[in-house]
């Protein structure tokens, strides 16, 4: 049996006070001075631990409340009432809301999958990644451990083109080339940051955590010269043509933009070094040329084809473009429909807020995901791209120690990674690469209802 893919987490504190979901108001006004208050009495020794905090200017029982509700229901003159903090809900915007903000924040603190006793209280259904049910019904589940010599649950993903079948001689020699690939142990990638108050701590941090975590990250051409000593985990953006032949030789895969000389930009690279693996990175937009595209690229001998929504998931520049998962889907059936779906691998990235978004990815037909925004979070950014504004950012992430900073990423990843464990055990399946397309295995609420009311209310406007 092979070795375990196991992430190491490791309890890392946050720098800041959490910003927590609700505030406690308690008025003094009335107090009873009950020999035994129900303050004295906190299973959580909130009152007895509670400070003020000079970063958030204000109390810190809000952060350290569990929400049990005892002090609330027993205090004789109903004097302490509970309320949904205005901080909290300011942060982020409709895709990183602030439940995504804060269950992320206490992943990358704790490394484990955040666990409520209360249940879910979200809503049944909603846009993008929240239209799609996962069929969890496996009642034979494959085993996460390995246990009575059974083989691990494998997330395993391979980079790069594959042929379509293999010659041998008589002799059952292989005839077939094969084709250079790179194994990473998750099918997660490290993307660039559409915003954020970066650094080469920053960067350091991300290239840091991909070491540790054997996968790889994309980052922009001038900082993978920045932090030179972790070559063998970065995927340097040539955004440009201005690049030093030499320098390329020492990676193992480099990225391009989509462009009219990006054909010629791959044979280039090929030709400075056969078995470097080139992406394209592409934009997440739906239509029918996007395919002839793929086609195009791939019978030029590009490795990846990187799909880019824009930082909410939808497709960049458009009002009301489709969600990621939609264009994932559409290239998915393209590529299938021409009898090179097995031969490309095809990664998404934008809008990748928490771990089910991964699964759910490669469920609708992605080999892997990259993901950008998370690893800001689990740095304690709050989504409020003051930066991109030239602000100040509240929690400093550009002067982060890259030590924490990769640690946390490092947490965050690994209760990802338990979350994606369970949900391809609950699926029944063993293997990420056998999870790419099984779209039998989600429910879609948009075909639910057009299933269900269609027939219904057909005919209604030409009535």
């Not at 910003?19 to 009335?30: A, Q």
């Not at 982060?400 to 979350?419: C, E």
Request: hydrophobic content about 40%; some cysteine; overall charge negative.
């Amino acid at each position: 049996m092979p070795n375990k893919y196991l992430i190491h987490v490791q309890h890392t504190p946050n720098r800041f006070p959490v910003i927590g979901r609700s505030g406690v108001v308690d008025w003094g006004e009335g107090c009873l001075k009950c020999a035994k208050c129900v303050k004295q009495e906190c299973i959580y020794n909130v009152y007895r631990e509670r400070s003020f905090s000079t970063d958030i200017m204000g109390d810190t029982v809000d952060q350290l409340c569990k929400s049990c509700f005892r002090c609330v229901q027993g205090c004789p003159k109903r004097l302490i009432h509970k309320t949904i903090n205005p901080e909290w809900e300011a942060l982020g915007d409709d895709i990183y809301t602030p439940e995504t903000i804060t269950i992320n924040w206490e992943q990358a603190q704790t490394g484990k999958i955040p666990v409520s006793g209360a249940g879910y209280g979200g809503p049944f259904s909603g846009p993008g990644f929240d239209s799609m049910w996962t069929d969890m019904s496996e009642i034979v589940r494959p085993t996460r451990d390995g246990i009575h010599g059974r083989e691990y649950i494998s997330t395993v993903v391979d980079i790069g083109r594959r042929i379509p079948f293999l010659k041998f001689d008589r002799n059952g020699s292989l005839l077939s080339e094969m084709l250079p690939s790179i194994r990473v142990p998750i099918p997660i990638l490290f993307d660039m940051f559409p915003f954020g108050d970066l650094s080469t701590g920053v960067w350091r941090a991300v290239a840091k955590a991909a070491v540790e975590l054997q996968t790889l990250m994309i980052v922009p051409q001038a900082v993978a010269r920045d932090i030179s000593e972790f070559t063998s985990s970065m995927i340097p953006f040539l955004e440009t043509g201005d690049f030093d032949p030499l320098w390329v030789k020492n990676f193992q895969m480099v990225e391009v933009p989509d462009s009219p000389d990006a054909l010629n930009t791959t044979a280039f690279l090929k030709s400075i070094r056969p078995d470097l693996l080139v992406a394209i990175r592409m934009a997440a937009i739906s239509g029918p040329d996007r395919i002839r595209r793929i086609l195009d690229y791939h019978s030029s001998g590009v490795d990846l084809i990187h799909y880019v929504a824009d930082e909410r998931g939808y497709e960049p520049g458009k009002v009301n473009g489709l969600h990621l998962k939609d264009t994932i889907k559409e290239i998915h059936a393209g590529l299938l429909q021409e009898g090179l779906r097995d031969e490309i691998t095809f990664m998404a990235s934008g809008g990748i807020a928490m771990a089910e978004h991964v699964i759910k990815s490669i469920l609708c037909g992605a080999n892997l995901v990259g993901i950008d925004v998370p690893l800001l979070i689990a740095l304690e950014c709050r989504v409020c791209r003051n930066c991109r504004e030239g602000g100040e950012c509240p929690v400093g992430v550009s002067k982060v120690d890259s030590d924490w900073g990769s640690r946390r990423m490092v947490n965050l990843i690994g209760a990802w990674h338990n979350q994606l464990l369970e949900m391809m055990g609950a699926m029944g399946i063993r293997e990420a690469r056998r999870l790419r397309g099984e779209q039998g295995r989600v429910m879609f609420m948009e075909d639910l209802e057009n299933a269900t009311f269609a027939k219904l209310f057909a005919g209604r406007n030409s009535a």
